[in-house]
């Protein structure tokens, strides 16, 4: 089993950037593939970025791509998403998840463990 806690959100204007992180407890973070997701208010759960377990693989959402960097650092037991040229559209809280397997990296179902969600807000 792992735990996953997010840290990094906050209020920044449009424009900005921000980092988000998500430290993981246990051994065995090395062997799952890690993701970002996000939620808005009234909105379901969607796809943000996601990283294999080596880090050699990464996928993005259409909407963040070339915006956003997912990376991880596996000695440290941590990954990263790097937020730049943020929108209004953005704003959400955003959850780190943890799985196994490459297949369902942009579905919720491909993950067993999540984060308890840290918030952005992106101002226009």
């Known amino acids: 089993q792992v735990q996953l806690v997010e840290s990094g959100g906050g209020l920044v204007q449009a424009g900005g950037s921000l980092r988000l992180s998500c430290a993981a407890s246990g051994r065995t973070f090395i062997s799952y593939t890690m993701g970002w997701f996000r939620q808005a208010p009234g909105k379901e759960r969607e796809f943000v970025a996601a990283i294999n377990s080596s880090g050699g693989r990464t996928n993005y959402a259409d909407s963040v791509k070339g915006r956003f960097t997912i990376s991880r650092d596996n000695a440290k037991n941590t990954e990263y998403l790097q937020m730049n040229s943020l929108k209004p559209e953005d704003t959400a809280v955003y959850y780190c998840?943890?799985?196994?397997?490459?297949?369902?990296?942009?579905?919720?179902?491909?993950?067993?463990?999540w984060g308890q969600g840290t918030q952005v807000t992106v101002s226009s």
């Open positions: 998840a943890a799985g196994f397997g490459w297949s369902k990296n942009a579905v919720p179902d491909g993950y067993d463990y």
